[in-house]
């Protein structure tokens, strides 16, 4: 059996006979670097059993190389965890990359893997760094005490890498936790492997379960035991001397203090808007969408499908038509989207690896807070303002399901992606400042509302923020690339059928005449409710396609600025593109997606009409009062949304974890 | 005293992490019940910041009021 699905690691396509060999690592430990030098180009990347999150592995020689998410630890927190640790324990080596600079912190899982008995090399990576920041490790010592290899590296400059290579042979079982050995002993005569008796001892549920066993509760009076050697080892292997740490010391506090970390947080914004905003979306976008995939791709396309199938048949709509599969498709995922997308991922990637991101978490915990998120929400929010699709997945990072259906939520109501974010900035443009703060500021209520209501309404807690803020570094760039690259890869793969998808149903709308159905049955909303002309119907219901089209619908209409600001909330708060939906449709259940999409419709209108009631009404003539009159009543709306939700708020709120 | 009411510069001990999920966190980050750590900064109304060596932790205000701790003179 040359292909076979190995239990343990649950990965497919493992020859028999090929020695497992598992990278294991902290998050930002650089991990990635080693993966990549020892496998080369044949990395294949599968979905994890079970979750969403997806694991390379590649060959080897005649073994096989397995990467595995970081982890500070190896228990069942999240499913990362999970992950790591069935893989870990289903290694014959495991290469451990362990960062220099935070050995205190790394070498916990150090030890741990060693207590599972497993072979161990440590790679110590980034010595060149912790020399800098004045710390000397004794990488002799170290391999002593630990009793397993250690090599040191600075794998971004490929240094000491064939070092590891060589030392895999030499990979040992390291000295375990001291006394823990006679208890793990008590287990392995029961479940046959010392990894398995280990997490069984440490209360892992799921793997005293594979032995229909229950889980012991030692796990803290273990994790104490361990993390005092863990201290113990760092005392003698560190030879300090605090230099040189001062400035990004300051720099970092600053970065998390509201009056100076404000301002540092949208200068990095206005960075990302310059590079993201003005040259990808304007200059590369109109490179590769209008000239190579508008100007020659898609010519080329339907010349040669129109020489089989005629193109305005069902048929040749449903390929080469206005949403074709083989057009439109193509040319928005291709065109539009990766270009976008590989700039979001290249920032985020960049706060990641220099240690902004936790910073910013830290800085806008307070305010995520009163949405039912914590800090860490930032993220998938920031990654929305690129493609809601994409922060859509990456909601996947939030410790509780109640986050991620508040994250969703929020996304597919409130946040305008870059594609729509550039027709809507077009248009409020020529209006003045006045229709952009409407706009703006109407859109921030509703998101605050939105979320401050999910908070009240759904069951369960917040989850506190705990987050490990790493000392700031100069960002390593092939590092960064390498993760922008890995990023924008998979999301392109997950997405791109699900764009094709939602062409298809389109076309199929469009040609059962469906469309134009939907836009018969909205136009009495749109005129009589929105006070918009009858056409702007067709944009909302383009809107429904993609996000951008419905906003570009509007751009050719003689609309006064209010019925311009109306239109541009309403597209806003309607609802997520097909993609996004169908993202939705995949991540939660179809009853929550049909919920969410279904409510988009009813926000939209009812926020659209709210405000071009209260503008006929307080607007007879003056035009800066209309506005003043909607901000004013909309940020009453939010207050007595706010008090409400108070009132109802269970006693005791907020609780811990994660 | 809880954390939540620590000012930045200031030294004190945990004495007491109230979930067993948070406790058994802090340990693998070298900052468990009886460490000695000292509060880097301290966001208003926000998370708290406390550092032990070189390992810096963030702590939402939640967690935070919840973290009972001893101030060193």
Redesign the interface.
């Known amino acids: 059996m040359a292909h076979c699905h190995v239990a343990g690691t649950g990965l497919k396509n493992i020859p028999d006979g090929a020695r497992k060999i598992v990278l294991a690592g902290n998050p930002n430990a650089g991990k990635s670097v080693f993966f990549n030098y020892f496998t080369g180009m044949y990395v294949d990347v599968s979905n994890y059993p079970g979750t969403t999150l997806e694991i390379s592995h590649g060959r080897f020689g005649s073994d096989l190389i397995i990467d595995t998410p970081g982890v500070?630890?190896i228990?069942s927190?999240n499913d990362e965890e999970r992950i790591a640790r069935d893989i870990i324990l289903a290694a014959d080596v495991v290469i451990n990359v362990v960062d220099a600079?935070?050995l205190?912190?790394d070498l916990?899982?150090t030890q741990q893997i060693i207590d599972t008995g497993v072979p161990v090399v440590v790679a110590l990576n980034m010595v060149d760094e912790a020399l800098k920041q004045g710390l000397k490790i004794d990488d002799d010592l170290l391999s002593d005490l630990l009793g397993v290899p250690v090599v040191p590296t600075v794998a971004v400059r490929k240094e000491g890498l064939e070092e590891v290579k060589k030392a895999i042979p030499c990979a040992g079982k390291g000295h375990v936790t001291p006394g823990l050995q006679k208890r793990l002993e008590h287990f392995l005569n029961r479940v046959g492997s010392q990894g398995e008796a280990l997490l069984i001892l440490e209360g892992d549920a799921a793997v005293a379960g594979r032995h229909g066993l229950e889980p012991e509760n030692c796990?803290?009076e273990i994790?104490?035991k361990?993390?005092e050697r863990?201290?113990d080892v760092v005392r003698h292997v560190l030879l300090e001397s605090t230099a040189g740490i001062s400035l990004k010391n300051l720099l970092?506090?600053l970065m998390?203090?509201?009056l100076t970390g404000i301002p540092i947080l949208l200068a990095a914004l206005y960075l990302m808007y310059l590079l993201i905003g003005k040259f990808i979306a304007g200059t590369v976008v109109g490179i590769t969408e209008e000239t190579i995939m508008q100007g020659i791709y898609e010519p080329a396309v339907r010349g040669f499908t129109g020489r089989f199938v005629p193109a305005d048949s069902v048929a040749g709509i449903i390929l080469t038509g206005e949403f074709g599969v083989l057009t439109m498709t193509v040319t928005y995922v291709l065109g539009l989207l990766m270009p976008l997308v590989i700039g979001f991922y290249f920032f985020l990637s960049l706060f990641e690896d220099s240690g902004y991101l936790?910073r910013i978490?830290?800085?806008v915990?307070?305010f995520l807070?009163y949405l039912g998120l914590?800090?860490r929400a930032i993220i998938p929010l920031i990654l929305g303002f690129g493609c809601v699709t994409m922060a859509t997945i990456t909601t996947r990072l939030l410790a509780s399901d109640r986050e991620r259906r508040i994250a969703i939520i929020l996304l597919g109501l409130t946040i305008p992606c870059s594609a729509q974010m550039g027709v809507i900035a077009g248009m409020l443009g020529g209006l003045g400042g006045q229709y952009v703060a409407l706009y703006a500021l109407v859109i921030f209520i509703v998101l605050v509302m939105t979320g401050t209501v999910l908070n009240t309404v759904l069951s369960g807690q917040?989850v506190?923020?705990?987050?490990?803020?790493?000392?700031l570094r100069w960002p390593r760039l092939d590092n960064v690339l390498k993760k922008t690259a890995n990023k924008s890869y998979s999301f392109l793969k997950e997405a791109t059928p699900l764009f094709a998808l939602g062409a298809l149903l389109i076309s199929v709308f469009q040609v059962t005449g469906v469309l134009a159905f939907l836009q018969d049955l909205l136009a009495p909303f749109t005129v009589g409710w929105l006070n918009l002309p009858k056409e702007t119907a067709t944009a909302f219901i383009m809107g429904i396609v993609r996000r951008d089209f419905g906003a570009a619908g509007l751009t050719g209409m003689a609309l006064a600025p209010v019925q311009t600001v109306v239109a541009l909330i309403t597209i806003t708060l309607f609802v997520p593109c097909i993609a996004s939906i169908l993202i939705i449709f995949k991540e939660r259940s179809k009853g929550e997606a049909a919920l969410i999409w279904g409510s988009s419709w009813v926000a939209a209108f009812l926020v659209g009409g709210i405000v071009a009631q209260l503008f006929t009404a307080f607007n007879p003539d003056g035009r800066l009062s209309g506005t003043v009159w909607v901000l004013f009543i909309f940020s009453g709306l939010a207050l007595i949304t706010a008090g409400v939700c108070r009132l109802f708020k269970k006693p005791g709120a907020?609780?811990?974890?994660? | 005293m809880t954390l939540d009411r620590i000012k930045r510069g200031q030294a004190f001990k945990i004495v007491s992490i109230?979930?067993?999920?948070?406790?058994?966190?802090?340990?693998?980050?070298?900052i468990?019940e009886g460490e000695e750590v000292y509060c880097?900064?301290v966001?208003?109304?926000?998370?708290v910041?406390i550092r032990k060596?070189?390992?810096?932790?963030?702590?939402?205000?939640?967690?935070a009021?919840?973290i009972k701790i001893k101030p060193e003179k």
């Open positions: 500070y630890g228990s927190f600079v935070h205190e912190r916990f899982l796990r803290e994790y104490l361990r993390r863990v201290n970092g506090r998390i203090k509201p936790p978490a830290t800085l915990d307070r807070t914590n800090g917040p506190a923020l705990l987050i490990d803020l790493p000392p907020g609780s811990i974890a994660g | 109230p979930s067993e999920t948070v406790r058994a966190q802090a340990i693998r980050f070298g468990n880097e900064e966001v208003p109304a926000g998370p910041v060596n070189r390992q810096m932790l963030a702590l939402g205000r939640e967690l009021r919840q």
